[in-house]
């Protein structure tokens, strides 16, 4: 990474600070503590391929779309860099210049977003501020990211530290007071992230801290303090090398960037040689901390932990805790236990296979973790609707297309539409390309028919559909300490947001595609011998809703739960079981839902029905032919929205009578035939099924 053999420059400064050297490509922003607001970026090697603007460039010149203008499945770079790459850039920005600690903006971060807020990354003992260099890509297409260095030789105490990322929030927060500001601390910079937070509680700041050193007095390394200070310059070495296997899973940070979709041998292979050329740099750790700036990090580890753990309780902040289960490093996991109990505000997600390296292992996207907790916002709220980031394309080929794929081969989901003439065609033609866009349908038993609906209008459309789901899916009450990245973040990535009338009004005026159960947690939780029955309340109130937009409502049907689990004990049985009534009553005292509602649809009791699963069957969806709402005179007649809203109902019991006598027709409807058919023509091929 390397700077011109131009000095940096400063706006003003009275001291020039030499540059960096390199053959590198990468821009820095040298900031000292009083001119964090008139650094400019220095842009190196131009003529280089891939160089673009620089971080104040495209800050100035205002590049940037709008959230809602990013496209589905959008490229975000994830997985395009390796361990390799932290290793190669870390050499080359460690070059000692005598320079104070400064902010970089990566330049493979490119223009974000328009209104993006600022990510101060916070880096480990290290202090390159390479640690983000697998998620540079993505995090910089809805942040504007700026990683902080210290140079190797530079001994800044830790208070020193702490006013100068002060400094540049404060100066932020100035031009922008509306907007958030994230510090994103990983091991010391989580330390230094608590530290500012606790000295600005009037400040919108949202902390994202990885494996916080904060336990560092429990850490494994203490005892060997006085061991690493006495040992020999010629030895320092070995240290750095042993210390990478505490630290991190080197098979994790190897396969970090090999394609998941490669059959296993090629995998295998692709691991290999990433190991094969891992596992010699790992001792290049040696030059990125050296002897006496390792014993120096140390005790300002020691001194960053002291300084962190006197102030929680001043810290005000919104925190997202990220804590590894395999941290040899840190006691990260008891870490978390302590911080999510001390702090005001916290959340945790607990990652069991982890080691403390977590930002350089496989299978570790942040910005899908920032976007599954709905951290992600750009006011002082999180905005369902208008900070909502649709789901890119690493993110659906890891949600989807494998975290889902045997639940797809094992339902091997069929999909009809209805045309305008009404003839039933395979596939979504039949539903409207552009909203705003209603889609009503049947739940099944605990909304198993999710998955294949939502990649069915990705991958066939490209159209993400915005569910609307039970408000208690996005309850913090119930998280615990070691809250693990779950089904229900996934639904955050993937569109999901509160059933509420203002969520719905501003869908429709955004022109989204809305999806919609009427039954809503009644159906999702029937009792037994209610399958495929609707739960609807009386008042056609999505109906009155979607004609004040003009929204095009498409009813569907869905069926196939019975086929692939049976209910074995449901709400009525139990009801009757003393502990498990008092856990159910205990869990829904809370939730009024529709408590305005009449009949069975207002009777939403939560709980978990017991199931044994069967040898699976087939899912069938059939999407009936559209409802115009545009130029009806609904809003002023009520009794034509009741006719509508009946109408619609009506369609959707029509097509699941349709989709139960038909499947009795496909000869693939059992997986032992599909399983023959997929064996003879490839699990590619697309299995055959009844004729409309």
């Known amino acids: 990474m390397l700077l011109s053999s131009a000095q940096l420059p400063f706006l003003p400064l009275r001291t020039p600070i030499p540059p960096f050297h390199s053959s590198k490509r990468c821009r820095l922003a040298a900031v000292r503590e009083n001119q964090v607001k008139h650094a400019s970026s220095l842009e190196l090697d131009r003529s280089l391929p891939g160089t673009g603007d620089s971080h104040a460039e495209k800050k100035a010149m205002g590049t940037g779309i709008e959230a809602g203008e990013l496209s589905v499945r959008y490229d975000d770079g994830f997985g395009t860099k390796s361990v390799k790459d932290y290793f190669d850039m870390a050499k080359e920005i460690i070059k000692p210049d005598g320079g104070p600690p400064r902010w970089f903006c990566p330049v493979e971060c490119g223009p974000p977003i328009k209104d993006a807020p600022l990510l101060f990354f916070l880096p480990g003992i290290d202090g390159t501020g390479m640690g983000l260099v697998l998620h540079q890509k993505s995090l910089g297409k809805v942040f504007e990211v700026w990683c902080l260095h210290i140079p190797v030789n530079d001994r800044t105490p830790f208070e020193g530290l702490v006013k100068f990322v002060e400094h540049s929030v404060n100066s932020e927060h100035a031009t922008s007071t509306n907007k958030p500001i994230y510090l994103v601390g990983d091991s010391f910079g989580g330390c230094l992230a608590l530290a500012v937070a606790a000295r600005n509680p009037t400040v919108d700041i949202v902390l994202i801290l990885v494996n916080p050193a904060t336990s560092f007095a429990k850490s494994q390394l203490q005892p060997l303090l006085p061991v690493l200070e006495a040992l ?110 001390s702090l005001k505000n916290c959340r945790v997600r607990y990652f069991k296979d982890n080691g403390h390296t977590f930002l350089l292992e496989d299978g570790i996207n942040l910005l899908s973790i920032i976007k599954g907790t709905c951290t992600y916002r750009r006011s002082r709220q999180h905005d369902y609707v208008t900070d909502y980031l649709p789901p890119t394309h690493s993110e659906y080929q890891k949600h989807i297309e494998q975290e889902y794929r045997w639940f797809l081969l094992a339902t091997s989901p069929v999909m009809f539409s209805t045309l305008k003439d009404g003839r039933i065609v395979k596939g979504l033609a039949g539903v409207p390309d552009k909203g705003p866009v209603l889609l009503v349908g049947d739940h099944m038993l605990m909304g198993i028919e999710l998955s294949p609906l939502y990649k069915a209008f990705l991958k066939e459309k490209n159209i993400i559909i915005r569910g609307m789901a039970h408000p208690i899916l996005f309850l913090k009450k119930a998280e615990t300490s070691r809250q693990e990245f779950y089904h229900f973040d996934i639904l955050n990535i993937f569109g999901a947001l509160p059933v509420t009338p203002i969520n719905m009004y501003r869908l429709f005026s955004r022109g989204s595609f809305v999806l919609l159960y009427p039954g809503g947690a009644r159906e999702a939780l029937h009792r037994k011998g209610e399958e495929y029955k609707l739960f609807w309340p009386d008042q056609p109130e999505f109906v009155r809703m979607a004609a004040r937009f003009g929204v095009t409502i498409v009813p569907f049907g869905v069926v196939g739960e019975d086929d692939v689990a049976e209910l074995v004990l449901d709400y009525n049985e139990q009801k009757n079981i003393p502990y498990i009534r008092e856990w159910i009553e205990e869990n829904n005292k809370d939730i009024l839902l529709r408590s305005d509602a009449s009949g069975e649809v207002s009777e939403q009791q939560l709980y978990f029905p017991g199931m044994i699963p069967k040898l699976p069957g087939r899912f069938y969806y059939l999407f009936g032919r559209p409802f115009e709402t545009r130029g009806m005179d609904i809003l002023k007649d009520r009794s034509k929205a009741n ?37 003879s023509w490839g699990s590619s091929a697309e299995v055959p099924t009844f004729e409309p």
């Open 643 to 679: 006719v509508m809203y009946l109408q619609i109902k009506s369609e959707i019991e029509n097509m699941l009578s349709y989709l139960k006598r038909k499947r009795e027709e496909d000869p693939y409807r059992s997986i032992i035939q599909r399983a023959l058919h997929q064996a």
């Open 232 to 341: 020999p310059s010629n030895l320092h070495i070995t240290v750095p090398y042993l210390l990478s296997f505490v630290m991190g899973d080197p098979l994790k940070m190897a396969m970090a960037s090999v394609s998941k979709d490669l059959p296993p041998p090629e995998t295998l292979d692709e691991l290999s040689k990433n190991l094969t050329s891992l596992l010699p740099i790992l001792s290049d750790l040696a030059d990125i901390i050296p002897k006496n700036t390792l014993l120096w990090k140390l005790k300002l580890l020691k001194s960053a932990a002291a300084y962190a753990n006197s102030r929680l309780h001043a810290v005000e902040a919104e925190v997202l805790l990220l804590a590894s289960g395999k941290d040899n490093l840190l006691p990260s996991g008891e870490e978390a236990d302590r911080l999510w109990n």
